[in-house]
């Protein structure tokens, strides 16, 4: 059988760069996102040869604001994609409540998209406004109606924890319900020293009203029929993130674009952030290849971020030379309730996956 592969696209403008955005975002102009589109339909040449010899399952396209290009931008996008689309299980694009329109959304579902993961944020005006968001909580709204028209499987993100004694995010996750998306992730907010919202804030959430914010969100949702499959994310039965399952489970994924990383068997590669070099064709930033102890933190760090958790016996399998640090590992996070071994499951209890760092830097102690 051939091994199935996951794309990722990154497409890093956006209209205006938010006051607390740390991603490789920018803002362009119309010529330059041009360009940028050339040089991606090169890289993408590079890996014919995976690409070809791969059955492509999952398709992602992310920002950045993919709805920032324009209608002919977007076209020529997804005919650059067209090649890798005819075995898709899932087709994800991200969008910006301002920049979706009616024609982009047939475009989109015409080639295929069949999932579109908005960021809403917040339903609060003032706080859209100090986060430096563009985006009216109607015009969400609006966008959602418009997704709708051709596209049935939704996500929308949250942020939480924006300053102490706050309640917005409730009413923010109120209407988010109201829309009655497939998909919810959840966020807190993360204030870097280097970007404008630190300087706006005068006081910040500590980790406990962090935590007891996160937990009312989870209430909320569950008793809405979400369940919690990941760390963040959401969903109804049946419509959790196939892509991004691909990170958590350390399945084969190739990155292309500005700043776009990948995982091809042993070798993890990135793209370089600065979009003078990836236009003049220099992509890859740092590639490096995977010690077997590497493996073994990721499949921990990343695989235990899943209430399905891991493989036991493929852990020990895949990593005889350690095989004793792991069962001393595992039992030492049982007896402390944070995992639990059902048969072949290793997984993460619910106070394990709010101390998932924790749990991670255990097993890191003991190498
Ligand atoms: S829309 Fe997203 S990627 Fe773009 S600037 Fe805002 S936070 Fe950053």
């Known amino acids: 059988m051939m091994n199935d592969l996951g794309v990722y696209v990154h497409i890093p403008f956006c209209e205006k760069r938010c006051h607390y955005c740390d991603f490789t975002a920018l803002v362009a102009r119309d010529d330059e996102i041009d360009r940028y589109l050339e040089a991606l339909a090169k890289e993408l040449l590079g890996f014919q040869s995976l690409l070809s010899e791969r059955l492509i399952t999952t398709l992602y396209v992310g920002g950045g604001t993919p709805s920032r290009l324009s209608l002919s931008q977007t076209e020529k996008l997804l005919q650059l994609l067209e090649p890798y689309t005819g075995k898709l299980r899932e087709f994800t694009i991200e969008a910006n409540p301002e920049s979706v329109t009616a024609d982009k959304v047939g475009l989109w579902a015409d080639y295929g998209v069949d999932r579109v993961s908005l960021g809403l944020q917040s339903s609060d005006a003032g706080w859209l406004k100090t986060l430096g968001r563009i985006h009216s909580a109607e015009r969400v709204d609006e966008a959602v109606g418009l997704v709708r028209e051709r596209i ?208 991670v830097l255990d097993f890191l102690s003991l190498l």
């Open 152 to 359: 049935d499987s939704i996500n929308l993100d949250l942020i939480y924890g924006l300053s102490p004694g706050d309640q917005t995010y409730l009413r923010s996750l109120d209407a988010i319900l109201s829309l009655a998306p497939q998909h919810v992730s959840i966020y807190e907010l993360e204030v870097y020293e280097h970007r404008p919202l630190a300087g706006m804030l005068t006081e910040l959430v500590d980790s406990d009203e962090s935590f007891e914010q996160f937990h009312r969100l989870r209430r909320k949702l569950e008793a809405a029929g979400f369940h919690r499959y990941e760390v963040s994310n959401f969903s109804l039965p049946g419509y959790e993130a196939k892509h991004n399952r691909r990170y958590w489970d350390r399945a084969d994924t190739l990155g292309v674009g500005l700043g776009a990383h990948s995982l091809i068997g042993r070798r993890r590669f990135n793209n370089t952030t600065e979009l003078p070099r990836y236009l003049a064709g220099d992509y890859i930033e740092q590639s490096e290849s995977l010690s077997s102890d590497d493996i073994l933190i990721e499949c921990l760090m990343l695989g235990l971020r899943q209430l399905k958790g891991i493989n036991y016996r493929d852990l020990l399998r895949e990593h005889p030379q350690r095989s004793d640090l792991i069962d001393q590992y595992i039992q030492r996070q049982v007896a402390l309730d944070r995992l639990e071994l059902s048969g072949n499951v290793l997984r993460p209890t619910r106070i394990g996956l709010d101390l998932l760092d924790t749990v």
